[in-house]
T-cell receptor
Framework: GDSVTQMEGPVTLSEEAFLTINCTYT??????LFWYVQYPGEGLQLLLK?????DKGSNKGFEATYRKETTSFHLEKGSVQVSDSAVYFC??????????????FGRGTQLTVWP | EADIYQTPRYLVIGTGKKITLECSQT?????MYWYQQDPGMELHLIHY???????EKGDLSSESTVSRIRTEHFPLTLESARPSHTSQYLC????????????FGEGSWLTVV
């Protein structure tokens, strides 16, 4: 079945460091891929998405490229800030039958950025 | 900015009480979802609906029930709360047809004592 495997955390970085959070997926066909972010005490917010191979999603300095050949959608940011401290979830949407439109999440990666 | 609202945001109740978590969206979305988030952060789909009078169980078995009498409203009910129901519950919705972005509410934190 459809699934997402996400780099386990927690990840701790200093401000202005480079961030990579790995995400790989298993799916039939070509799902849409998402990164969601959850700040402390809040719900999930869509960070970025990509709907087809080689698409690059970007938002707030974060980027992720849909790589069909490696079934990956790694999240990157060149210079993190303290305000980026949150939990990040990689997700994909199902494409067929009862999975259509449903989100399948990775386990989440806790990021802490120190000043 | 998504217009999906959950109430209450925080609730502490005693064992055996009946509770209803409310979820409303003003975007006219046909699909709505409830996720349960455990302390380890993992998200589990417990209920979903693809339209009025349509509800399905999700991937994680839950003692809660849902209803979808109106497009904009998708409440979740626990008839008799237990400490094992302590969790965060996230409501979400997405638009009509095919694959669409799913938008989340801010969550309801439930503590059963």
């Amino acid at each position: 079945g459809d699934s997402v495997t996400q780099m386990e955390g927690p990840v701790t970085l200093s401000e202005e460091a480079f961030l990579t959070i790995n995400c790989t997926y298993t799916a039939t066909g070509y799902p849409s891929l998402f990164w969601y972010v959850q700040y402390p005490g809040e719900g999930l917010q869509l960070l970025l998405k990509a709907t087809k191979a080689d698409d690059k999603g970007s938002n707030k300095g974060f980027e992720a490229t849909y790589r069909k050949e490696t079934t990956s959608f790694h999240l990157e940011k060149g210079s993190v800030q303290v305000s980026d401290s949150a939990v990040y979830f990689c997700a994909l949407t199902g494409l067929t039958g009862s999975t259509l439109g449903r989100l399948y999440f990775g386990r989440g990666t806790q990021l802490t950025v120190w000043p | 900015e998504a217009d999906i609202y959950q109430t209450p945001r925080y609730l502490v109740i005693g064992t055996g009480k009946k509770i209803t978590l409310e979820c409303s969206q003003t975007m006219g979305h046909d699909k709505m979802y409830w996720y349960q988030q455990d302390p380890g952060m993992e998200l589990h789909l417990i209920h979903y609906s693809y339209g009025v009078n349509s509800t399905e169980k999700g991937d994680l078995s839950s003692e809660s029930t849902v209803s979808r009498i109106r497009t904009e409203h998708f409440p979740l009910t626990l008839e008799s709360a237990r400490p094992s129901h302590t969790s965060q519950y996230l409501c979400a919705s997405s638009g009509t047809g095919g694959v669409n972005t799913i938008y989340f509410g801010e969550g309801s934190w439930l503590t059963v004592v």
